[in-house]
């Protein structure tokens, strides 16, 4: 998927003062920004997925309701509730809704939340889903999301009294949104999680390049026809790659408008020197469109400066063979 940004303006003003002295005229004058400056910068930022994963995080805040009901019918009965109104609540899976949630249903015992309503576009139609377990003793477990089977003797809730028995259902809310008490943790060996972490730590960064570039693209070029800044130092930053690091990445470089982080520092050892890149795209009336990773070429457009004759043109440049996509957010996935 692509991320559409639009033209430097106003309304990104507040980033944009980094880059204000950019030459209209002559890419000498362009001016170096402070490394301490950029990093204020970076702090200042939103990371992109805080929002949508608290949308996610929300549907806890209710959770609890749901697996009572469902508890105190599999006490009375050994059965697992087959839906809303057997388990004591009204019929109608969308009588429950929130800001983020458009309905919660109850299917032989598990519990779904479908998110809708206001939620960002990156989890809208999604769900999350609770499975409830029973050991011996009729204590109830729940398996969140696409979490493994619960450790131990447990059975799908209804089971041993065979009566109407807990399915098991999946979550389609992207795993790197999950809720902690979802994610994949308990593989044995299994570091996925935190290699994902590390490889989304630049992202925010990013945002700051992605400003330069297009601020510097209609500098050296018009706003119609902007003309990607060959390197760092053309974008209005300090020269070196190496002068932007964080805790997992050990720089960020840019060439011909394109943008690569290396992963490096104290990240897990399956994606150090590993790279991930953002290219640019132009569309005619020169907003630019970002290609992440290993997202298809947006459709109908062409590489940054295509349309302006004679200067550097954007180039595709595809993340490392060994940085897998399944670390990616969605937008930087095939």
Known sequence: MMKVRPLPGASVAG??????AISLGSNAN???VSVQDMQAQIDALTFPYDEPAAQVRSALDILPAFQEAVVRHYRETGEAAIHRQAAGLTAVPADTQTSFISAVSIINGSIIFYFGNSADASIAGTTLTFTPYETYDMTVVWRCANMPVPAGNVWLLGTRFGGNTANYQASTVPLFLQPSPCILKTYPGSSDDVIRTQVLEPFKVVQNFQAAVEA???ALGSPTAPQPPIDRTEAGLTAQETDTQGRY???IDIVNGTITVRYGNDAHPAIVNETISWTPYESADGTIVW???YAFAPP??????????GGAIAAYIAPTANLDPRYFPYECRP
């Open 300 to 309: 109908g457009i062409s590489l940054m400066g295509v349309s302006n004759a």
């Open 249 to 251: 990445f050990e720089s």
């Open 216 to 218: 510097a693209g209609v």
């Open 291 to 293: 290609r992440c990773g």
């Open 15 to 20: 980033i944009l003062l980094l880059f204000a």
């Open 30 to 32: 362009a001016q170096r």
